[in-house]
Nanobody, 129 residues
């Protein structure tokens, strides 16, 4: 079992920045595909960013590429999402997710389909214009 706890969500104005953090506990060493996805009210889940915890490979949704950055902090055992130049359309509940996977291609497949074994409860990000 892996527990994921998100933090850092807030309300900001367009153009602002936020940093989300995901703390993993339990058998976290079994999950090397870590990701953030989001879901706005009335919309489907949307992948945001993913990282392979051991290789450091990353991938991003086109909608956030160049503005968001995912990174792991091995000392704190967290996976963080730095969000810059936020837009109103970034408003959503943001979830941290994790799944086992030995290959980067497996992580990418999970990312595209938003298919993860574990997820947190989410943290709300609201961007006003």
């Amino acid at each position: 079992q892996v527990d994921l706890v998100e933090s850092g969500g807030d309300s900001v104005q367009a153009g602002g920045s936020l940093r989300l953090s995901c703390a993993a506990s339990g058998n976290a060493y079994t999950t090397n595909c870590m990701a953030w996805f989001r879901q706005a009210l009335g919309k489907e889940r949307e992948p945001v960013a993913t990282i392979n915890y051991y290789s450091g490979n990353t991938a991003y949704a086109d909608s956030v590429k160049g503005r968001f950055s995912i990174a792991q902090d091995n000392a704190k055992k967290t996976v963080d999402l730095q969000m810059n130049r936020l837009k109103p359309e970034d408003t959503a509940m943001y979830y941290c997710a994790a799944a086992p996977g030995s290959m980067w291609s497996g992580c990418v497949s999970r990312f595209r389909n938003v298919e993860y074994t574990y997820r947190g409860r989410g943290t709300q990000v609201t961007v006003s214009s």
